[in-house]
C-alpha cells in the first residue's frame, strides 16, 4: 500500500464551499433551528487570524492588518453572543474552548484575555478546557502571565523544527534563542505546553531528514513539553508547495515516510508520550479539537475562515476580509447534513482517533462497514478487541488511506475530484 495524505482541514463529509455556498433562505433555516437543540455535546472554536510571520508552510486563514483587530474583535463578540444566547447554545453541554489562529497571542495581552473571559462567560464554561496556540516571538512576560492567570489548560507553540538550516528555508520568523526561551518561561510558568514538530518534507538540501527529525523531537523532550504535534506537511495551497512544484523537488517515498512515522512515533513512546490521535503524542493536557472534528460532538465555530457543526449542519464561514463586512452570523457555505452522514462522522473518522468503540456501531453500520474492517483486519492495520477496534502500529502509519476507505465510492470521488491529496511514490 502507498502512503496518502488528505488535507489537515478536510473532515468528513465534505462541504463544497462553492456548491453549499450560503442563501439568504439556506441562512434562515439554519437560525430557525437554533430554537432547539438535536444535539448534547458541543466544542467552542475562535479563530484569530492575526499573524505577523509568513512561514512557507503555512496555508492557514491569516491577516496581517493589525489594525484590524478592533473591528475583528467587535465582529467575533456579536457572532459569540448570537450563538451563545440560542436556545441551542443553552441546551448543551460545552466541553471545551480551543482558540486557534493565525497567532492568537499576537493579540495585546488584555484584549486576548477580555476575549476570553467573554467566550467563558456567555457560553457559561468558565470550568472546561481552553486550549490556545501561540508563537514563540508574540508569548512576553506579560502574554505568559496573562495565561497562567486564566488558568489555561494548554498553549500549543509553533516550533516545527530546531533544525536552524529547515527553520531558514522555512521562512520561520521567531529566532531559536526566542523559541527556547519562550518554551522555558512557560515551563516556570507551569502552563501544559505543546509544540508542533513538522516532517514529511521534500529533500531540500538541509541534511537527513530523518535524523532531523529524530533530533527534533529529542531537543521537545529534552526541554519537557507535555505533548508533541508531529504533522506531516501538506504540499499544497502555501508559498512552500510552489517551490517545490518549480524546483520539482522529491518527496520521500512511501516506505521512507512509514519508516520515519514509526521511528518517530517508538521514540515519543518510549519517553511516556502516548498517541492519542493521528498527530498528537501527550503526556499530560486534553485533546480537544480532534475529538470534535471526529467525534460525536458538535463544534460552535466561531471567526473568519473557520469549521462548524451546528444542529446537524456543517459550515464554513467567511475568510477575513469579507468576514468583517458580513451580518452575524457570517456563513460563506453551509449545508445540513443527512442523518446518515452524521452517524457516520465517528465511523469514517475514527482513524484520525486511533479507535472505534464497537457500541456506536448500529446493527446496520455494523453490517455495512463488516466487510472493511475485516479487510483492515486481515492486512493487519487493525485489531480487534471485544469493546473496540484499535489501529495496530503498523495501521498507524496508513491513518489517511483508512479515512479515505471508510468513506462511499462516490464520497471518494469526491474528495479526489475536488481535493488535492498527496500520492507518495
Ligand atoms: S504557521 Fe502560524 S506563525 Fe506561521 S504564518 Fe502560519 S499562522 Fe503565522
Redesign the pocket.
Known sequence: MKKILLPHQFYFPYLDVARDRVTKEKLDVFKASLAHSTRTRSLIYVHLPF?N???SF?G?D?AYDLGGISPYIAALTSEIDYYAETPYAQGLKITGIHIG???PSILPEETLGSLIDTVRNRFRAARVPLNIEC?PITLTDGMIDMLREKRISRVSV?VQTFDPLLRRYLNIRSSLNETYVALTRLKEAGIVTFVDIMYGFPDVGTGDQMARVLSDIREAIEIEVEGIDFSQYYPFHNPLSQRIREEALEFPTSEEMVTMILSASALMESEGYRQSTEYLFCRRGDILLEKAYFGASDCIAIGSGSLGLINGYKYKNSRYARYLKSETPAILSIRKLTGDELERIPIVGFPRLLRMPKDILSEQMKSRYREKLTKFIDVQLLEETPEEYLLTTKGKAFINNMYFMMMEKEEQQEVEEKLKILKLA
Open positions: 499573524c510571520s509568513e512561514c503555512c492557514f491569516k489562529g493565525g497567532t508563537s509553533g
